[in-house]
């Protein structure tokens, strides 16, 4: 049998001691030996981000084109006065460093037809926590063709997941969106824009999300002016990130798309989740 | 076009159907067969006609009369390299006949190894070469039937022999790459530009910056002086608005050999050049095809046995080098067991096919059964305690891992170790400062493809101390 953790560094050992027992050593050798794109490094995947790190995930693409500013403070793992201005990339593969001096973070400012496969090269899985449409749609298209696992969440309405495979129907058939078919190029930020606030918008036919959203948020949504609250944000990370742990170790029962797996924190609850 | 002219296109592309028939027809083994039958000829050739080469043998007590077999071969005869072939010997008794007579042209290499080796082509040579460029030019760009300027961007006065489409020889001048394009872009179907990798960067760079619509052009190019990262690729592909799974609206495709005595011996084509794309962003075929472990992949291409014999033999550094046996019969120079310090790894086409199988990735097998070849150049590494390394070819890729990265920078850069710790040193181009986080972002992108931990600095234009003088003349030394 396989001693595992003679390949590991003293500080590897350390980080994912407490890991063994709940995971075999074989299967804490398979989360280091992986590699998880995250796309975006804000409140949904910094946080997912940084629970993965700590899970000894060894190898990370992130991407994120933004710069920490104060309004992320309230829900963002990595915004504190001192990292205000900084790429968000560069301070989520710092941190990560400092939790695993071993780990491999590629960093990426952007995400475009060109540069996609570069992103996700030897990924095992891929974390969208963009809540932007374009990205998000070259991202999943990518993923497809690859045949890498998508693990999908938002920030609203409350935590929710779903991965999306080869076997299941695309993020685009899921939302139904009239760019199936299209060539991102032919598609303008408009009509993503527009597409994006609408897709928001869908998940409110979510089974007791009114409840929660009044009408004021969904006012707000509309306007383009997300709404998030680190409860809700943080729950839908932490549950991507498991949900990554599962498909990285064929673990468990899977959440596969198109139904979200959903949890209601507001009122103890397991919504159905088609939006 | 002349009457002349059509019929020598006539007559080439005659050669190259049956050239094409033949590759397709004939089963892996016989290819492989042929090339050993031609080794033993070439080798008998060699050890009566080159007066240096039979010297050599003398010296080292080697009967040419009892080579007979491939076994025999390569149990006695020995390895030649540029340091004992081309500072001891006059050129004139390295070729065949003991002279110069009918020589067309001598070739020459930059000599940034610190020893110049040379090439010499005859008439009957040249026509050859010729041959084996159109056909290479026809197969990937179809130059028959698109209106063809070839641009041959080449250091050092190297020429491009073809008998059938017009070269522009515009040597390491971008300026005038660039004017001949837009003063000829509607009178030619296609560009095909030939160069090293560092200057062609430079000149799709500024040719964006200078308005040349790289993307409404069909441009192909091919390069070749030097390892190119699959990310360098990507990089050119993306300033040229080439599509990588359409290859009739352009390709970057690497022929590698030893240019300076004028041999072409690796190929690409679209099919390796996919191959290669996906081992690049798939770890189990990367992993199978080049060996677990594996982060950066080495050029795939293909080879023609019945044309160059190859062997492999432990290098310097324990890693596999390449090894060459000349087999053209018109060879001014013919070169057997020339060491090339190139690290390479050759494949047959069957186990190149059970491989793809495996993987369920057949459609990346190319069409012709030739054998493959690995091709990691030369190995340009810094080693630290323990084992472990960065190579030349690791900065590479991480280079243009990034485009944001990549357009900022020269490619130039270098590699040392001081106490203990590795060194890395990165031109930026002229005229270009530093963006904020330039150094975290290309440290996150080594970390992709290097277990070492690398000091990064990033120096602009004229403050980085090494080889600006040689103005793309002389290849980069990356250590």
Redesign the interface.
């Known amino acids: 049998m396989t001693n595992f953790t003679q390949q590991w560094s003293q500080n590897y050992g350390n980080l994912v001691d407490r890991n063994i027992g709940l995971l075999t050593e074989e299967q804490q050798e398979r989360l280091r030996t992986s590699?998880v794109a995250v796309f975006g490094m804000g409140g949904i995947g910094g946080t997912a981000f940084e629970v993965l790190v700590r899970c000894g995930i060894g190898?990370f693409?992130i991407v994120d084109k933004d710069t920490f500013e104060p309004t992320n403070m309230n829900r963002q793992i990595f915004a504190y006065p001192h990292t205000m201005g900084r790429?968000k990339i560069?301070v989520a593969?710092?941190w990560a460093k400092q939790i695993n001096p071993d780990i491999?973070?590629?960093?990426?400012?952007?995400v475009g037809e060109?540069?996609i496969?570069?992103i996700?090269?030897?990924a095992d899985v891929i974390v969208q926590g963009i809540d932007q449409l374009k990205p998000c749609i070259i991202a999943s298209r990518k993923a497809r063709e690859?045949g890498i696992p998508l693990v999908e969440g938002w920030a609203i309405p409350y935590g929710n997941v779903r991965t999306f495979t080869a076997q299941t129907p695309t993020l685009e058939e899921a939302y139904g969106l009239p760019t199936i078919g299209r060539d991102v190029s032919a598609i303008t930020d408009e009509e993503f824009t527009k597409l994006g606030i609408e897709l928001l918008l869908g998940l409110g036919k979510i089974e007791g999300v009114a409840d929660f959203y009044n009408e004021g948020a969904r006012k707000r949504i509309a306007a383009g002016r997300l709404t998030s609250f680190a409860p809700m944000v943080w729950l839908t990370s932490v549950l991507m990130a498991m949900e990554t742990v599962k498909v990285l170790l064929n673990w468990g029962e899977i959440a596969f798309g198109p139904n979200f797996t959903l949890y209601d924190p507001f009122k103890h609850r397991i919504p159905r989740g088609t939006p | 076009m002349g009457l002349l002219t059509g019929i020598t296109n006539w007559f080439v592309q005659w050669q190259y159907t049956r050239l094409v028939h033949a590759l397709s027809a004939q089963e892996p083994e016989e290819i492989i067969a042929t090339g050993e039958r031609n080794l033993l000829k070439a080798f008998r050739s060699a050890a009566e006609k080159v007066p240096a080469y039979r010297r050599l043998l003398s010296e080292k007590g080697v009967n040419p009369g009892a080579i007979s077999t491939i076994a025999a071969f390569k149990e006695k005869v020995p390895f030649l390299d540029k340091e004992s072939v081309f500072p001891r010997n006059a050129l004139r008794d390295l070729c065949v006949g003991g002279h110069l007579d009918d020589i067309c042209s001598f070739y020459s290499s930059s000599g940034s190894s610190g020893v110049f080796s040379f090439g010499a082509e005859t008439w009957q040579s040249a026509s050859h070469a010729a041959l084996g460029l159109e056909f290479l030019l026809d197969q990937h760009f179809q130059i028959f039937r698109r209106k063809t300027l070839l641009i041959n961007c080449l250091p050092m006065g190297v020429k491009i022999a073809t008998r059938t489409i017009p070269v522009a020889d515009t040597s390491v001048r971008a300026d005038v790459i660039h004017a001949l394009i837009k003063k000829l872009a509607d009178d030619f179907d296609q560009f095909i530009l030939v160069g090293e990798s560092p200057f062609l960067k430079k000149v799709i760079e500024e040719g964006s910056e200078n308005g040349i619509p790289w993307h409404n052009l069909l441009v192909n190019v091919i390069t070749g002086g030097e390892f190119i990262a699959e990310n360098f690729r990507s990089y050119l592909g993306h300033l040229l608005g080439i599509d990588f799974d359409s290859p009739e609206r352009g390709m970057i495709l690497v022929n590698m050999g030893l240019s300076e005595l004028g041999l072409s011996i690796f190929r690409e084509e679209h099919r390796t050049i996919q191959l290669r794309r996906q081992a690049h962003l798939n770890r189990d075929l990367r992993y199978a095809l080049f060996g677990t472990g594996t982060e950066v992949c080495p050029l795939v291409m293909q080879y023609f046995p019945q044309q160059t014999f190859l062997e492999t033999v432990p290098g310097k550094d324990g890693r596999p080098e390449l090894v060459v046996s000349t087999l053209g019969k018109n060879l001014k120079i013919p070169l057997i067991r020339y060491r090339t310090g190139d690290t390479a790894r050759t494949m047959t086409y069957p186990e190149m096919a059970l491989v793809l199988k495996e993987l369920g990735r057949e459609n990346l097998l190319p069409e012709f059964r030739l054998p493959f070849g690995m091709v990691g150049g030369k190995s340009v590494e810094v080693e630290l305690a323990h084992g472990e390394s960065v190579s030349a070819n690791e900065v590479k890729e991480a280079l243009y891992h990034d485009f944001g990265v990549a357009s900022q920078v020269t490619g130039n850069f270098r590699l040392s170790r001081e106490n203990g710790e590795v060194t890395l040193l990165v031109q930026l181009r002229d005229g270009f400062a530093a963006t904020p986080g330039l150094v975290g972002k290309l440290s996150a992108a080594l970390a992709t493809y290097a277990r070492v931990k690398v000091t990064i600095a990033i120096l602009p234009y004229r403050q980085f101390p090494f080889g600006i003088e040689h103005n793309y003349e002389r290849k980069n030394q990356y250590i």
Request: glycine content about 4%; hydrophobic content about 30%; aromatic content about 4%.
């Open positions: 590699k190898t693409s790429m560069d593969a710092e491999r973070v590629g960093t990426f400012e952007r060109d540069n496969a570069e996700i090269r030897d690859m």
